[in-house]
């Protein structure tokens, strides 16, 4: 348990600088109208099926689903050790923690983070923040167990991207949405533009001024 505590601490303290530099845009002042961006629509992820909500879905679900969710750790040889996830370790309140996955093969998974609010809990109610996968080393076969809104990444091409989430912005490469809400990023193969790696990640006023 102390191990795996030390791990996501580790990687709060190295997302702390990045978060804080995206996090520190002020608004203009002027109020917000009629006119402004409407609501962002929280898009689902599923493998095999099962959903995951970011901002929604907890580490147990992902448990109580049978995935395989664990935690790594970077040695000083630059190693990396893996364990499985403790759902009874218990996380500090108002803090965010990296370095946990959910494995779909040997080859393809998801780096997730985890997000509590203002009260200490258990690992298992932790939140889903953020879900980032790479798809880069994955067949055909594989990727067809992940869907991102509906449909299978193996069939996300940078043109089905833009017809699915008109409201984007980006180039023939890149496909993203930043809003107050979440944040969604699509990256696309150069040669054949079909989708490469893709994150969604929820907004949380996070204390990161925590002591380890």
Not at 78 to 90: G, L, R, T, V
Not at 113 to 123: F, G, H, I, P, Q
Not at 149 to 178: C, H, I, T
Request: net charge negative.
């Amino acid at each position: 348990m102390r191990v795996m505590k030390r791990v996501f601490k580790t990687g709060m303290i190295l997302l702390a600088a990045a978060a804080l530099l995206s996090g520190c845009s002020g608004k203009n002042g002027k109020e917000e109208t009629a006119s402004a961006e409407p609501a962002q629509v929280l898009y689902p992820v599923a493998i095999d099926g099962k959903e995951i909500l970011v901002g929604e879905t907890t580490v147990q679900t992902l448990l109580d689903q049978g995935m395989n969710v664990t935690v790594s750790e970077m040695t000083e040889d630059k190693q990396i050790n893996q364990y499985e996830i403790d759902p009874e370790a218990e996380l500090e309140p108002n803090t965010y923690y990296t370095g946990g996955s959910i494995w779909v093969t040997d080859s393809i998974f998801a780096h997730i983070s985890l997000v509590t609010d203002e009260k200490a809990v258990r690992m298992g109610d932790a939140v889903i923040a953020r879900l980032e996968f790479s798809l880069v080393s994955g067949e055909e076969s594989e990727l067809k167990r992940i869907a991102f809104n509906g449909v299978p990444v193996s069939e996300m091409s940078r043109e089905k991207a833009g017809e699915m989430f008109p409201d984007f912005s980006g180039d023939d490469y890149m496909w993203l949405q930043k809003g107050e809400d979440y944040e969604y990023f699509m990256s696309f193969d150069p040669t054949d533009h079909m989708l490469s790696s893709f994150s969604l990640e929820k907004e949380y006023d996070v204390d990161w001024s925590s002591e380890e």
